[in-house]
């Protein structure tokens, strides 16, 4: 376990070490563009600043683009309860609470590291679950902040976001740019280059996605029902959001690979992509651990 959570950290550094080179590969393309060499400076200087706000505020987002709120334990007593209890089990520091109005069963966890982090119920996910299973879920929520997945996702969540705005910057400066005619090749590179941009995004956000493991859900199943010492309450609840169905109403790709079950609508294509396991294959390995008992 230790090591996994030494790996995580590992990745958290090569996931903003590439960030760095890539926005400052873009930097130095667009300051070609335009034949100033002090825009290489200046999106290097955006995109560190951006990415220490989203250290220390991706939670913040994350919460806000969901629509969450943060309860106290008047207003839940019961979510609050199992995650106070969770915490204790675990001698970890209570994270704070959020709920989603959201009929579709999930959860989420986010934050930089166990002292700052949170965890958040949608409203369907505690109307059909039975307590075993919340606490199974909570649990799984728990193992992300334990194992510092919290932290890589954090550091994806802000990469997605920085590479969709320098993409739209690209493409708004390839339509709206200077396009002189005596300068046709520096027009012609405007729009090479705004194409690369509308290319780039959405492949850096899936490779970005894809370096969160499908691992480290399957670790999550793991010390979530290491944690309860009752793996069925987990594989219960998963069964019943592979029934229900765990797309949520307000669709947020840059957020997806927190959630606990898929968010996304279901794409025969977008599936190949997914950073979820399946779920089938999730309840296969929860029961087995199960039966090893």
Not at 88 to 117: C, K, L, T, W
Not at 198 to 226: C, F, H, N, V
Not at 271 to 277: A, G, I, K, Q, V
Request: a positive charge; glycine letters at 8%.
């Amino acid at each position: 376990m230790y090591s996994e959570i030494a790996a995580n950290k590992r990745k958290t550094l090569l996931l903003m070490v590439g960030f760095a080179g890539l926005v400052a590969v873009i930097g130095f393309v667009f300051s070609k563009i335009y034949g100033n060499p002090s825009l290489t400076l200046a999106v290097g200087i955006g995109g560190i600043l951006y990415a220490i706000i989203q250290y220390f505020a991706a939670d913040k987002l994350a919460v806000a683009v969901n629509g969450a709120k943060q309860i106290e334990k008047a207003d839940n007593p019961r979510l609050w309860r199992i995650v106070e209890n969770l915490s204790i089990a675990e001698g970890m520091p209570m994270p704070r609470v959020y709920i989603m109005n959201d009929p579709a069963p999930n959860a989420f966890a986010s934050g930089r590291d166990p002292q700052h982090s949170l965890v958040c119920a949608t409203t369907g996910l505690l109307d059909i679950m039975e307590d075993s299973e919340l606490e199974g879920v909570f649990a799984h929520e728990l193992g992300h902040i334990k194992n510092y997945d919290i932290r890589v996702s954090m550091i994806a969540f802000g990469l997605v976001s920085v590479v969709s705005i320098l993409s739209d910057i690209f493409l708004r400066a390839m339509f709206w740019g200077n396009r002189d005619d005596d300068n046709s090749s520096s027009s012609g590179a405007f729009m090479i280059i705004g194409i690369i941009a509308a290319i780039i995004a959405p492949i850096a956000a899936t490779m970005i996605q894809l370096a969160i493991s499908r691992k480290r859900e399957y670790l999550a199943d793991a010390t979530g029902a290491l944690t309860t010492r009752h793996p069925d309450g987990l594989a219960r609840a998963l069964t019943k959001i592979g029934q229900a169905g765990s797309s949520l109403r307000r669709q947020n790709t840059s957020t997806a690979h927190l959630f606990f079950a898929n968010p996304l609508k279901k794409r025969a294509f977008a599936n190949l992509f997914s950073t979820h396991p399946p779920i089938e294959e999730r309840v296969r390995r929860l029961q087995d651990m199960g039966r090893h008992e």
